[in-house]
T-cell receptor
Framework: DSGVTQTPKHLITATGQRVTLRCSPR?????VYWYQQSLDQGLQFLIQ???????AKGNILERFSAQQFPDLHSELNLSSLELGDSALYFC?????????????FGPGTRLLVL | DQQVKQNSPSLSVQEGRISILNCDYT??????FLWYKKYPAEGPTFLIS?????DKNEDGRFTVFLNKSAKHLSLHIVPSQPGDSAVYFC?????????FGAGTRLTVKP
């Protein structure tokens, strides 16, 4: 158990819809990272937040957005969903901002867009 | 644009033998490299890392080797155990980005 929790575990929705994925970092960790793992793309970094502020941005689509709240939990919002957005979404946390810090991954949210 | 490549999608070894997983990268700005292990239905778990200023890092049965001139790293597991059967991802970081390879599925046969 990494100490990172993600909800929901599974999500099934339809194209065009909007969903919110939630992540609670390990106690004391200030950084949250979001990743997408799809069958054809492997694991891809989406975005990082550190202590409430956006810190780094990867391959995140404009239809996707994230935020980190004062209690340090984070939400990833996916809108205008397409079939290709079906994937496993992981969040990870680390104690500090730098990418040199070891990241601890949650169990993931499996999203299926029908 | 695949900056980190794991060219072997799968590897099968006998219990007790050495497992060698390979990873190549193209971006010379990467300065930190990690290996993660992933079991089905779980998130990746950090295994071992190496800074670009080193060429070897060892932790128990796991050793990571870095060849900067060849932009190549490898993970050695010795002796391999059936519990090591998982998907292994290598990852490379610079200050603002982290890239993963596609993963290698290791099967250790008893």
């Amino acid at each position: 158990d990494s100490g990172v929790t993600q909800t929901p575990k599974h999500l099934i929705t339809a194209t065009g819809q909007r969903v919110t994925l939630r992540c609670s970092p390990r106690s004391g960790d200030l950084s949250v990272y979001w990743y997408q793992q799809s069958l054809d793309q492997g694991l891809q970094f989406l975005i990082q937040y550190y202590n409430g502020e956006e810190r780094a941005k990867g391959n995140i689509l404009e239809r996707f957005s994230a935020q980190q709240f004062p209690d340090l939990h984070s939400e990833l919002n996916l809108s205008s969903l397409e079939l290709g957005d079906s994937a496993l979404y992981f969040c990870a946390s680390s104690s500090r901002a730098g990418f040199q810090e070891t990241q601890y991954f949650g169990p993931g949210t499996r999203l299926l867009v029908l | 644009d695949q900056q980190v490549k794991q060219n072997s999608p799968s590897l099968s070894v006998q219990e007790g033998r050495i497992s060698i997983l390979n990873c190549d990268y193209t971006n010379s700005m990467f300065d930190y490299f990690l290996w993660y292990k992933k079991y089905p239905a779980e998130g990746p778990t950090f295994l071992i890392s190496i800074s670009s200023i080193k060429d070897k890092n060892e932790d128990g049965r796991f050793t990571v080797f870095l060849n900067k001139s060849a932009k190549h790293l490898s993970l050695h597991i010795v002796p391999s155990q059936p519990g090591d059967s998982a998907v292994y991802f290598c990852a490379a970081k610079d200050n603002n980005d982290m890239r993963f390879g596609a993963g290698t599925r290791l099967t250790v046969k008893p």
